[in-house]
C-alpha cells in the first residue's frame, strides 16, 4: 500500500485551509481500509480528547466530499466516509453494514468486463458497491 500524503498536503492539494479540526478529520480517516460514519468518527475524536461537535465532523466530510478528497459509501445504516487515495472500491454487508475496501487494481478484469458489456468504463474508485452478506451474516 501507498502511504496518503500528509494531511496538510491533502488539504492543501485539494484548495482547503487546513484547520485543525479538518487536520484531525483527515488523519482519521487517512487509513486506507477505514469507512468510518460520522457517529464512529465522533466517537473516536471524542476518545482521543478532541473535544468537535458532531455538526462539524458532518459539515467537514461534506466539504471534504465535494472536493473529492473522501468519498462517501452509501450502505444499509449510515453513510460511511473515507480519504480516497489509493483507488479502491467496497463491498457492504446489507446485514451489520460492515465496509470493506477492494483495490482497483485487483478488479481490472470485473472493471474491463463492465466495460466490454455495457460501454461504461467504471471510476478508479469507488464506482463499484457491491452489496451482500459478510462471512459472519453470511450463514
Ligand atoms: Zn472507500
Ligand atoms: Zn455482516
Partial sequence: ??????PRVLLRGHGLRCTPGRLQIVALFSAPTRHLSIAEAWAELNQT???VHPTTVYRT???LTAVGLTHAVYG???TRYCVRGEPHH???CQDCGLV??????????????IEELTGLR??????????GRCAKCGT
Fill in 100 to 113: 470493506e475496501a477492494l483495490a482497483h487494481e485487483r478488479l481490472t478484469d470485473a472493471v474491463g468486463r
Fill in 90 to 92: 467496497h463491498v457492504v
Fill in 61 to 63: 466530510l461534506e466539504t
Fill in 1 to 6: 500500500m501507498t502511504e496518503l500524503p500528509d
Fill in 49 to 51: 480528547g478532541t473535544a
Fill in 76 to 78: 444499509p445504516g449510515p
Fill in 122 to 131: 467504471p471510476d478508479a474508485s469507488g464506482s463499484l458497491l457491491v452489496y
